[in-house]
């Protein structure tokens, strides 16, 4: 790995087998180049020059990002879920549960710590999500022709799903949260692995045959994605 500075902006040059087209990645500000090994230093130069409009723009998208705002977790505060709004109902009960009820997500709990409307909100969340995305996985793997082994959802803190090449297909809960086209993107992503395992334009392909704006949604969660928490 080697880095290259252009317009006063480092980009790390990572070469690797693995891959056969060159593609640019930005996370946390900091911007990477990926490319075949055997690709010269003058077409990576190229390539940088190129893409430095996107560049800057991405960088630009990302400072604008909003971390999201520390819950206090009582009544009146906002939750999303499946990309709508809902207000928190906090309801003293002997009988902890979690529903959702004309624009109110309620819980109703014995004790009204934060710690444990979290975590009933939590698990909410991850019994919601993977009820949601089985379905959906289901749908869509009959349309793309594939049939992975398994499906469940998973605390990740960096990346919206994974497949794993024996067809284990998982997905970050918090996805639940973005409206549904995105969560259909990050399906169709993750099935269309099953088909080539990797980034390549053949992968892309595949994936723009069966979500025409996947751009959109993958721009969506660039933007949005670290707000999606409780």
Same mark, same amino acid.
């Given at each position: 790995m080697n880095t290259i500075v252009h317009q006063n902006l480092s980009i790390q040059v990572v070469?690797? *087998?693995?891959?056969?087209?060159?593609?640019?990645?930005?996370?946390?500000?900091?911007?990477?180049?990926?490319?075949?090994?055997?690709?010269? #230093?003058?077409?990576?130069?190229?390539?940088?020059?190129?893409?430095? &409009?996107?560049?800057?723009?991405?960088?630009?998208?990302?400072s604008k990002i909003i971390s999201p705002? *520390? *819950?206090?977790?009582?009544?009146?505060?906002?939750?999303?879920?499946?990309?709508?709004?809902?207000?928190?109902?906090?309801?003293?009960?002997?009988?902890?549960?979690?529903k959702l009820i004309s624009g109110y997500i309620e819980v109703s709990t014995s004790k009204k710590s934060p710690n444990k409307i979290k975590e009933l909100l939590t698990q909410w969340y991850i019994d919601h999500a993977m009820e949601r995305?089985?379905?959906?996985? #289901?749908?869509?793997?009959?349309?793309?022709?594939?049939? &992975?082994?398994?499906?469940?959802?998973?605390?990740?803190?960096?990346?919206?799903?994974?497949?794993?090449?024996?067809?284990?297909?998982?997905?970050?809960?918090?996805?639940?949260?973005? &409206?549904?086209?995105?969560? #259909?993107?990050i399906v169709i992503h993750e099935l269309c692995h099953m088909l080539e395992h990797n980034h390549s334009k053949d992968f892309w392909r595949h994936v723009s045959n069966n979500c025409k704006n996947y751009r959109e949604c993958r721009d969506w969660l660039k933007i949005n994605g670290k707000s999606l928490a409780i």
């Open positions: 070469r690797t *087998k693995r891959i056969k087209t060159a593609s640019i990645q930005i996370r946390d500000g900091l911007v990477r180049a990926l490319v075949p090994d055997q690709i010269s #230093d003058f077409k990576v130069e190229t390539l940088i020059k190129k893409r430095m &409009p996107w560049i800057r723009k991405k960088l630009q998208d990302e705002s *520390k *819950k206090e977790y009582v009544s009146g505060e906002c939750l999303t879920y499946l990309g709508k709004n809902y207000r928190l109902k906090v309801i003293a009960n002997s009988k902890c549960s979690v995305l089985k379905e959906k996985t #289901d749908r869509y793997s009959n349309i793309i022709g594939v049939s &992975p082994n398994t499906v469940s959802v998973r605390d990740y803190k960096s990346k919206w799903g994974s497949c794993s090449s024996d067809g284990k297909i998982s997905y970050n809960w918090r996805i639940i949260m973005s &409206p549904h086209r995105v969560v #259909d993107y």
